[in-house]
């Protein structure tokens, strides 16, 4: 009677490890998403930069703010698009530590259900024996 208490206790454990693992894997897809959107707008403020690195010194550079283009400095449009990609690459790195976190203890929840499987195993074949 007491390894069915025992064996009910270990599949409520399972279970639970199973959602807990599913959470994770679902912010692991999440963080990858975010991700993606930040290398897209990396390599397009990239592509700027560079665009901007053609220019003469005294060429004439809009910033669409709105339905408006305005018109902005050289240096500063410079300037605002490096800072740009500073803040993607931090947010970048910050992301990658964050996934390598997810995917730490996603792997330490595969093994913690894989032992709690080998346990209820050993549980049922023990009640098979008797």
């Not at 009910?8 to 998403?33: F, G, M, P, T, V």
Request: no cysteine; hydrophobic share 35%; net charge positive.
């Amino acid at each position: 009677m007491g390894s069915t208490a025992a064996l009910k206790e270990l599949q409520r454990d399972l279970e639970n490890k199973a959602n807990d693992l599913s959470k994770l894997q679902k912010d692991i897809a999440k963080n990858h998403q975010v991700r993606k959107k930040y290398t897209i707008q990396l390599g397009e403020n990239e592509l700027v930069l560079k665009e901007l690195d053609l220019l003469n010194e005294d060429a004439n550079v809009y910033k669409l703010i709105g339905p408006v283009l305005v018109k902005q400095d050289l240096a500063e449009a410079n300037a605002n698009v490096r800072k740009r990609i500073d803040y993607i690459s931090a947010e970048l790195k910050r992301l990658d530590a964050t996934l390598q976190d997810l995917e730490e203890k996603q792997n330490s929840k595969k093994e913690a259900i894989f032992k709690v499987q080998q346990r209820i195993q050993s549980l049922q074949a023990g009640k098979g024996k008797a």
